[in-house]
């Protein structure tokens, strides 16, 4: 997207995202009940929030479309509508197999090896999407892997190394999911110059549609037990659940700004980093203190950020001359050591 | 040191400091007794490494002035001679801060705060040396630090804020004279053309005399009661004993090899990874299983490692598009992403 000027409105929702999605994770907690078990059906907050994800969207169609009739590019062609339920399906398939997945693997492995998905996102930007990524960037991939990783060291990381083959199989198949759905959507996103809110409202009918079919398959199987979900939809909802339900849907059109205008890859910066940004949340609303190994890993993934963002100059240019502040030992100013030792010699 | 030709001789005396660092510890290690301590005077060990350096470097200095007088510059001068005693003045202090310091913080944050060495000694080079560095390679050393942290996390680590100010202080401090002692020594070794084998009998003789005046004062202060250090120097060694004395003259004959040839940061990169190979080596001796937090670091480290040693256009430079071999649907080419994005966009 080189000279978009939408650059700082970019950085702007990157930051936004970052901060809707550590308060989704504490607004989900503040929702539970004093057994530490959920009132309301979780599986509802999906729908309303890809319903008003879709209200949303439509009304800003609306507008643009009576701003400006012309500028708002809008196609309709069957064979490119088609392509928006794809992500909604891939997603359905990445939720069924977290379960599986859970069976094999404690929940600490099963976060440590989401963090897969940072790299899996490269490699599908590069593979699906045909990008090119210098290797300061995978470098920086792995970096904010590794970083997210140690934020999540515990006492129960000893169990990482004892799940069977098929756990870390389908972690690996879940990574590479999570990665192509997001590739996807930027694919959709980026592919034409249509208007953000017409795709968006491709994309959330399809996600209204299959939660939809979601909640009907849940009620069939549980054979109806607690009434039809479009009729007990809102039973055991309270504000927090309103705000759950209310970030989501917001977290969800940050992401699309996000595609549109960036890529899938600063879309799991701001993600990953949500997840450091939490436990500091947690210290001043809970006063938990964060661990040691949460801070190695926040200073970790601060150098991958910079080093994925940040010039070529910036990282190679020479400072200035330190001032001689604490060289007052004279003679040692004489030593004959070369000024730029950035290239290829001392290759030890 | 720009086009020295002893580019290769450099890195290949670096990873043999790395294995040699590793080996020290397990031999240390291997040379205690049953009951987990040391039959012979730990202190010997030192004083006698110094000595066999000393007259290794004497036989070359020897030999080098017989094939080459007029190519084996030796300056006698007293001036220079005696800026030599330096780096045995701090290492004493150093080690003399060791003991206070071990009352304030506990062996795994002593462990920890160590590594700020690694930092430290990039500053002293830019502060003492007046080297310029630029961000890439202060983002490596940090790295760096942390790596070496993080293979270093246990359960144990979690004492690592409980300590007082002061163990904070003297650790920091320690930091400090390690960082001085090697900056200061790589000074002397590259001030002048002299001979590196005269440099080193300077530099080793003082070494001999400061742990002879060591050996001393600890037996006045133990009141002789094992008798004078001088005949029962190797009381209690055995074959093991040996080898962890040649192997500590060895190690520090390549450090000065580094320090004349590559620089301390290298030499701290060099000991450094040393603390990674020891798990694996005691994986294969001992069958010791090496943890998460260690492979984690493992990787940190490489990457710091790479970042710190690679040139910029190793970096940055694109690599060729990759073979289609997934991008099997071919409108997902057609997306319009800019192949270069390694600039200043996307500055999120």
């Known amino acids: 997207m080189a000279g978009v000027p939408a650059n700082r409105n970019t950085l702007l929702a990157a930051l936004c995202l970052t901060i809707a999605t550590s308060a989704q994770s504490l607004l989900t907690t503040a929702s539970k009940n004093s057994k530490g078990s959920y009132d309301y059906n979780v599986a509802t907050v999906p729908f309303l929030s890809e319903l008003i994800k879709l209200c949303v969207s439509s009304f800003l169609l609306y507008r643009a479309h009576k701003a400006d009739p012309r500028g708002t590019q809008i196609t309709t062609d069957w064979r490119n509508v088609l392509l928006f339920p794809v992500p909604s399906l ?16 404690d929940p600490a492995t099963y976060q440590i090896l989401g963090n897969l998905k940072i790299v899996t996102t490269g490699l599908a930007s590069v593979f699906v999407l045909g990008k090119r ?17 140690t934020s999540q060291l515990s006492s129960s990381s000893g169990s990482i190394f004892s799940a069977p083959a098929q756990g870390y199989l389908l972690g690996v198949a879940n990574a590479c999911l999570s990665a192509f759905a997001g590739v996807y959507t930027e694919y959709l996103m980026k592919k034409n110059d249509d208007s953000l809110h017409w795709q968006n409202v491709q994309l959330y009918s399809f996600g209204v549609l299959f ?83 949460l801070m190695l890993g926040i200073v970790i993934a ?47």
Not at 92 to 98: A, E, G, P, Q, V
Not at 133 to 149: A, M
Not at 259 to 267: E, N
Request: neutral net charge.
């Open 90 to 105: 891939v997603y359905l398939l990445h939720h069924s197999i977290t379960f599986p997945l859970l069976r094999y693997v």
């Open 133 to 149: 990524l210098p290797q300061i960037k995978w470098i920086s991939l792995v970096l904010l892997t590794i970083g997210t990783t």
């Open 211 to 293: 939660n939809a079919i979601r909640l009907t398959v849940d009620d069939l199987s549980a054979g109806f037990e607690k009434g039809f979900w479009a009729i007990t939809l809102t039973d055991g909802y309270d504000v927090v659940t309103v705000f759950v339900v209310l970030n989501l849907a917001f977290s969800g059109l940050l992401v699309s700004v996000i595609m549109k205008f960036a890529d899938t890859i600063a879309k799991v910066f701001a993600t990953s980093l949500a997840m450091m940004v939490t436990p500091f949340a947690a210290y001043f609303l809970f006063n938990i203190v964060p661990s040691f190994p």
């Open 302 to 348: 601060c150098i991958s950020v910079h080093l994925y963002y940040a010039s070529q100059k910036d990282l190679f240019e020479l400072s200035e001359v330190p001032k001689a502040g604490l060289t007052k030992i004279p003679s040692l100013k004489e030593v004959p050591i070369p000024a730029s030792d950035t290239e290829k010699t001392e290759k030890v």
